[in-house]
């Protein structure tokens, strides 16, 4: 008996929750389209390889309802997102726009760490966890428009003209030095209680007052 020829593979066809809905909303425009004909319909429209199965069709209709409830965010995704990542979610945006509020430098580490914390307190294993890294960040970012901007809270509150009083008496008395007195100096300063220059925020960067307390090292 001849062996039968192997069926060619066909990759699965998967739908975004996105094309899931625009399918159910066809489904009401065309009250009398059978599952085949809304088949069809979605290869057509998606610009699918192969038409989706009647199953899957079926499965997008009965979804309608839970498709609707659905950010923008996670329409565009062919597997839904956990719940805990949405709450994840909330929290740190709920952060970011506290830390706004009461003018706190933000980082990436810190956004990592809160996290954790709130992973933790949603009692989420281990195991389960995203991958909290500069990549998670980075999404995280660009799903809610958090950007690092540089804070400028300093602007303009040097008095110049004082700062040229300052240095007509310093090179006065520097006239008075003699020669033999004035050596090569390279001046470092380290600014050991500074606070950062920028902040991970959602609209504007907290203006922050930068301490000057540092050691000064003179070689």
Known sequence: MATPAPRPFQKRVRLTKLQELKISKHRHDQQGATLAELATWAQAEFSLAIKPSK?????????????????????????????????????????????????LALSGAMVITRAKGVLHRLEIPPSAWPRL??????????????RWRRSYGEDCMVDLASVEGEIMKL?????????????????????????????????????????????????
């Open 55 to 103: 199953q899957l069709v079926a499965r997008a209709l009965l979804s309608e309802r839970r498709l609707g409830l659905l950010s923008a965010d996670c329409l565009r995704r062919r597997n839904a997102r956990p719940r805990f990542q949405l709450l994840l979610d909330q929290s740190i945006v709920e952060y970011v726009k506290a830390c706004e509020e009461m003018q």
């Open 133 to 146: 890294g500069k990549s998670w960040l980075r999404r995280l970012q660009r799903r809610y428009g958090i």
């Open 171 to 219: 090179r006065s008395l520097i006239r008075t030095y003699s020669y033999t007195d004035v050596y090569n100096m390279d001046e470092t300063s380290f600014f050991y209680n500074n606070v950062p220059r920028g902040s991970l925020c959602i609209n504007e960067a907290p203006s922050l007052k930068q301490d000057k307390s540092r050691l000064t090292l003179a070689v």
